[in-house]
């Protein structure tokens, strides 16, 4: 690893509650199944399961070492490199993904005369600062953080349940459990099956016995609280309204009485995406700082977060073609990385350990 940084069971926790909450309450896949959304979401929030569980069993089999490195163990130092590069691409991908995402909320919703570009600039200024400090600042702050960020969305799931339509679920399945089907794997790929990032952090982990019990008792909480927040906008706005609407739950916040709660909200998803944002950038630093077997990633956290900044701005044309590329595209683009890879070396490490077993 690059350095002897570590963080606590409970630290790693509230990152990833944090990292999974980021911009899946700005926009989320599952409204495409209309009043089944609830249920297209819990599909694919079972499935998050399985690929934690990948993820972690592959950092327990090797627990001082990233992916990248596992990556060159696996399939040999030139491959696993050309492996690793696509990796650090898509953090870097996946970092301005979440950049344009909580910029195109601010200005629609918020900061209507504000310029995109500026306010994806600010926000990448404060992370680059964030990185430099490393990992265990980071994790500290997410500790003090989240919680409070948790607090606030619990606490609008409870004002706004005057206005709850059970009726708005029905009728169940009326587009077929094959809709419901391929709605859930949008889900899974987004937001749970990009805790592949987490294969980059799992190794400062400061007691691995722990992993396996952190990470589902993480993907439980801030699975029932995503799910409440589909259950509450779906309840609310129906089921035609929830999958017109870019960002429903800006709508739906809008109805509770008597509070300007919209500024806490902002808040509330600037530190969530920033949490997102920042481990997918630390995680690419670190894929940098080894494949080139350097002892610090810190002289590359400027042109990485600019890196973002420039795919952030680049990589849609407009809000609609954002939203039409996170529903139809990045499902099946992320398909390798998330999945086809990670199982693949799993089945490689198990092999080689029964191989090795068996020759002892």
Request: include cysteine; aromatic fraction near 14%.
């Amino acid at each position: 690893m690059i350095r002897n940084e570590r963080i606590s069971p409970v630290q790693l926790s509230f990152i990833m509650i944090g990292f999974i909450f980021g911009s899946s309450a700005i926009i989320t896949p599952a409204v495409s199944a209309y009043q089944d959304a609830w249920l297209a979401y819990i599909i694919g929030w079972i499935g998050g399961y399985i690929l934690i569980g990948i993820y972690a069993y592959i950092s327990i089999l090797n627990p001082s070492k990233t992916f990248i490195e596992i990556l060159k163990d696996v399939f040999g130092k030139y491959i696993g490199s050309i492996i690793g590069i696509f990796y650090i691409w898509y953090f870097l991908h996946l970092a301005g993904l979440v950049f344009r995402n909580l910029g195109e909320f601010m200005i629609v919703s918020i900061y209507t005369e504000t310029p995109l570009i500026f306010i994806i600039i600010s926000i990448a200024l404060v992370l680059a600062y964030s990185l430099k400090k490393g990992l265990e600042v980071i994790a500290r702050v997410g500790q003090i953080i989240v919680p409070m960020m948790l607090i606030l969305v619990i606490s609008i799931f409870l004002l706004v349940m005057g206005h709850y339509e059970v009726k708005n679920l029905l009728p169940f399945l009326e587009h077929g459990f094959l809709k419901v089907l391929k709605v859930s794997f949008s889900v899974l790929t987004f937001p749970f099956g990009e805790t592949v990032v987490f294969l980059m952090i799992f190794p400062y982990l400061n007691d691995k016995k722990d992993l396996f019990k952190t990470s589902y008792i993480s993907l439980t909480v801030i699975g029932m609280i995503l799910l409440s927040v589909v259950m509450s906008n779906l309840m609310i706005l129906g089921a035609d309204m929830l999958n017109r609407q870019i960002f429903p739950s800006h709508i739906t916040i809008s109805l509770i009485p008597g509070i300007a709660v919209e500024p806490f909200i902002a808040i509330n998803l600037i530190i969530a995406a920033s949490m997102k944002i920042t481990m997918c950038l630390y995680a690419s630093l670190i894929g940098i700082a080894q494949l080139f077997g350097l002892d610090d990633y810190k002289p590359f956290i400027n042109p990485v977060v600019a890196i973002a900044v420039v795919i952030s701005i680049w990589v849609y044309d407009s809000l609609s073609d954002m939203v039409r590329w996170a529903g139809e595209i990045y499902p099946y683009y992320v398909i390798p990385f998330q999945i086809i890879i990670p199982l693949l070396v799993l089945i490689i490490l198990k092999i080689k350990r029964r191989d090795g077993s068996s020759a002892l």
